[in-house]
């Protein structure tokens, strides 16, 4: 059980922090690196099993929130730990599962279905049509936010809860995906 009269005290000295001007926002940004492997339907290269060295660049704006921070970097880092050194798999690829193993299909341009059979704990499956950049980076936006909410959205108020999330994702150096959004926490 928390201890609500030092987190109201601290509330206090926090907002008193906060109020930089009207308008006006920190920014942190951080870049991070996973290695994972993706297969796609319908596509004739993409649509052989490889890999990527992803590069995620992750922007957060809103309020200080606990030690004068926006966000703590480690932080930032370990959205990515879950995915890196997988095989990360569309939802609506999974065909089957049990405690070992992941059986899947994928689509080739010509209409055939291609099915492996892989270690379950080789796997992570996201609930996206697909694991393109642009889903994926979208997926790490919510993940992020998702993390603000859990962690400071309960102690800190309006107007502070204003934040917001940016993140380009590399897929090779000359194939970057942006998404972006902002909620109050
Ligand atoms: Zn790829």
Redo the contacts with the bound molecule.
Sequence with gaps: MENTEIYTENNEIEMERNLAGEGMLHIVSKTVWFSAA?I?NYEEK?GRL?G?NYKAHIQVSGNLIVGGMVINFDEISNLVKELDHHLILAKNQVKSMDEDTVTFEVIKPNKKVKKYTVPREDVIILNKVAITAELLSEYLVYQCMNLLKDRYGHYISEPFKHYAVEISLE?TPSSVATFAGSEVI
């Design positions: 993706h796609l993409c490889h990527h897929e």
